[in-house]
């Protein structure tokens, strides 16, 4: 892993070099999105934007146990994954049944761009259907960490702040909640701003001493650096 990443900077580093320096109107900036783990059902009163994500059956069951619209709105929201503005903007993100021979349960390419694509201003509190145990869980926290990266090409305009609060629920109903969602999270957001920073700005020695500093916290595995020929 630490070889492929090496061995890739060289080139990846004149590349995105010339790439920051054409668009000057932009800067790496932190991302102003927060990202939350709820242990208990989330107050919407206090967000601005609801997002229901699931399969079809999985969906309909949680819409049948709390209505939210009118029938005939939830039949034409549910077909086509579109949103209801009311006093709360409602949106419904319907995941396919199948896809590719990366099939997975979960679908998180799918999950993450549907995360990402419905993020507004403020609070949105997703809930997540159709999870059957922490393990699910903790993809679909995963997932979401790819939809708020850290760190992003903005603008140089004052960025909106946001906070995700991802909720996942059984099939039943039933809150799924466990500390290694939070885990998950953090570790794909620090492995994404290593990726997402350009080369200007993480170089090759400063990678290096955060690999070395993210080493020495882990209380497993081991850090072994390959340098010159030996690459």
Not at 64 to 81: A, H, L, N, Q, Y
Not at 123 to 136: E, F, K, L, M, S
Not at 179 to 205: F, I, N, S
Request: with cysteine; proline share 7%; charged share 20%.
């Amino acid at each position: 892993m630490l070889r492929a990443l090496t061995a890739s900077l060289p080139l990846r580093s004149s590349i995105a070099f010339t790439l920051h320096r054409m668009s000057s109107s932009s800067a790496l900036s932190a991302s102003p999105t927060t990202l939350e783990f709820p242990s208990s059902p989330s107050d919407l009163s206090q967000a601005q934007t609801l997002l229901w994500v699931g399969r079809k059956p999985d969906l309909q069951a949680a819409h049948d146990r709390e209505t939210v619209v009118s029938p005939t709105i939830w039949k034409r929201m549910v077909e086509g994954s579109t949103t209801h503005q009311e006093d709360l903007q409602f949106t419904v993100a319907t995941l396919p049944e199948t896809v590719s021979r990366h099939w997975h349960p979960q679908s998180p390419h799918k999950l993450s761009q549907k995360l990402g694509s419905s993020l507004t201003e403020g609070t949105t509190v997703a809930r997540v259907w159709g999870i059957p145990d922490a393990a699910a869980a903790m993809t679909v926290a995963a997932a979401a960490a790819r939809a708020v990266p850290v760190y992003s090409a903005q603008t140089t305009d004052k960025p909106k702040q946001r906070t995700l609060r991802l909720e996942c629920y059984t099939a039943e109903g039933q809150l799924v909640h466990c500390p290694g969602m939070e885990a998950a999270a953090k570790g794909v957001r620090h492995a994404c701003r290593w990726m997402d920073l350009p080369p200007a700005v993480l170089t090759t020695t400063q990678f290096r001493s955060e690999v070395q500093a993210w080493a020495e916290k882990q209380t497993h595995g081991s850090y072994q650096e390959i340098v010159g020929p030996d690459l």
